[in-house]
């Protein structure tokens, strides 16, 4: 295989070292064009993984549904009829649509985000107070800090247990204190403190300070009788949410004697929608750092091809010679594009190199802070796509100068001036 | 070894011809030593090229070591330049980023010799044109005679059938001249078949056979008593 063949490199390595500095700065186009590919494409992953953090836990195939006022006579009811859900609801809307993977009904102490004041000796925070099932937990994770999050037990025996946010633990607890174990009160019934959470900063469904208790505990120690606030709904992933949305809405319509053409009776949230909105940005600007990439580097290969030509005219008589003893057209033709893989490759392979020490130094840089990039770097198939690309266009490129090489006629190059 | 019938050759000046070879016939027979001569524009180094196949004739006959040279392609000629030629250029020709040893070792790489075999066999060579010992040097740490040793050396390495020298002493001073006639002799000494394009009568007294050419037309062909070089060395 001539591809082992030690002289064959050993020809190149002669040929492209003869000349140290015109090989530099022919391959400085290559590694900037390098450079800025894999920046570009780290870059873009980081922002991807930005995102990504930023949603991390919330499911990204999942809806919120609630109840709010109609807006469309209807059955003999007048407009402006204040819908409220029964937790039935829940259960009803789970066993007919079979898509649903999970449904958390949940219950607010109050109004919508109103605040209750919880207190504990002497100590008071104005929280939100949620009546809820163990399930939220699978569409918005909470990260605990200490203790656990509600369990199925709780639901089942009404235990009186709360898990508190960071945010309630602060304006309840000294610095270091205990929590879990205590006992805080709310409407004048008490509860245990079985878990803290802290709460993510980026999506926030749950509100800064918040409690949340048993569903089913809420219900008997507040009176809520079936009454259910809204539902947190996840979606299996093959299944579009607004589907889902629609098919829910249907049921609810139909249950609650609500106008179809009522739009504003039931309200709900896709947060599939903001999903895809991110990953389509991020989609778009992946693809154009590519794009953008791959034409800096065509520029840079271009260049190398350019100096090759030179070369290869300054090398006429070398090039005269060698098929005069014998070179073969092919022979000379594939010293002349190895020449111009090797100098892509290695140029490649030293961009590639400074550029993911930068994205690793970025990569530190931001770590923790406010600009959403998180681990900027580029990855294997991408590598993997960028360097093949980079070869290919060489070996093409390579072609021209090595097509001119072969045009050269030995006894033209021969010729004593 | 050389057997050419009624070789033609012009060349297109824009809308003129210019008729170069007029009918050529000429044969060399093994171990002769031949210098062809003539004034520039008589054909001569046309004939060199025609021979070294860097050139094809627009008609005529050319065989060579028995086996005809026609239809060529580079990729063939090139195979056959290999096996059959080895090329003593005026000005040398080395390749100016290989030693000496490589210099000459180059036909052999493209003959696919092992690399082992290749450095002994060009060593071999340097040895026998007295410069075993310049072997890593570079073409320009030497003089213009051992430059054109080295390249008789390559020349040499692929034991080609015939050595086709195109003014090889036309760089060279005239002591440095001889040195190098001096050589080419002990190869033909050898029993290898030499053809020398020169205009130096000197030179041309060296070899064996003088072949005058002449607008196109070789107008004396003659055996002459050689002149041994080694007398003015």
New interface residues.
Partial sequence: MWIFD??LWGEIL??LG?NITRTFLTMIGVILAMLILILLLGGSNGLSNGFNKIFEGTASNSLFVWSQRTSEPYKGFERGRRIRFKIEDAAIIKKQIPEIDVLAPRIELGSHRDVVTVYRKGRKSGSTVYGDYPEIDNITKKKLVEGRFLNQTDIESSKKVCVIGEETFKLLFDKGETAVGQDIRINGVFFKVVGIYKPNNNINIDGENAVFIPFTTFQKAFNSGDRMGWMAIAVNEDTKVPVVESKIKKILKAKYDISPKDERAIGSFDMSEVFNGISAFTTVLKGFSFFVGIFTLLAGVIAISNILLITVKERT??I????????????VKRQIVLEAIVLTTFAGLIGFSISVGALGLIGIALNGGDIPIENPMINIPQFTVSFLLMVALSTLIGLIPANRA?KI???EA?R?E | MIEIKNLHKSYKMGSNSLHVLKGIDFSVAEGELVAIMGSSGSGKSTLLNILGMLDTADSGDYVLDGVPIENLNETKAAQYRNKFLGFIFQSFNLINYKSAMENVALPLYYQKVNRKERQEKALNYLERVGLKQWATHLPSELSGGQKQRVAIARAMAAEPKVLLADEPTGALDSKTSYEVMDLIQKINDDGNTILVVTHEEDIAEMCKRIVHLKDGVIVEDKKVEQVRASAYV
């Fill in positions: 030690r002289d002669a040929t003869k008589k070398e005269g010679v060698r098929r005069a003893l014998g070179a073969t057209p092919k022979v072969v006629k030995p006894i021969l004593e």
